[in-house]
């Protein structure tokens, strides 16, 4: 009894390391690690210095993320990125009762529009619209709310939706 138990016990054992877990990252296998190149953002909004964070953020989004391995040469590349910003608002958003001049807060918003190509020039996404929106509130009466705060928080809201989209597109 004690031999034909671990026999068994062994033998599944044996069976368990060679034929057990197979685990392979499944966007290496279906992407095969593709050079992507990401073009410089066109900053066609009034936001102040968002085309030059948006593009460090988006970088740093897609090395993160690990799907796609950036490149620095847009002839080696498999894909290439494009994103063009329009359209920024920034309106009041919270108002202080006692003071009906000045806004306590305000929310600001961007829209990109998002174009990845193949390295033979077809649009995989052709200008995808993807909007992003961010608020600031004051510290005090006093102070007045830092219009680069909103700036930063959309610029790597923009990152983060702009690589979700890349990365989950036409593997579908």
Known sequence: MNKTFF???????????????????????????KLLFVEIVRNDSTAPQLGSL???????????????????????????????????????????????LLASGFNADISALVTLESENGDKLINKKLIKENSSVLRESIISSPL??????????????????????????
């Open 54 to 100: 948006l593009s460090s953020n988006l970088r740093k989004e897609i090395i993160r993320t690990g799907t796609f391995e950036l490149t620095s040469a847009k002839n080696n590349a498999d894909f290439i990125l494009k994103v063009s910003l329009d359209k920024f608002g920034k309106n009041a958003e919270v108002y202080n009762p006692q003071d009906t």
């Open 147 to 172: 219009s680069r705060q909103p700036i930063n928080s959309l610029s790597i809201g923009l990152s983060k939706k702009i690589s979700r989209l890349i990365e989950n597109f036409g593997w579908r």
């Open 7 to 33: 026999s068994i016990y062994f033998s599944l054992v044996t069976l368990c390391i060679f034929f057990g877990c197979r685990y392979e990252n499944h966007q290496t296998k279906t992407l095969n690690s």
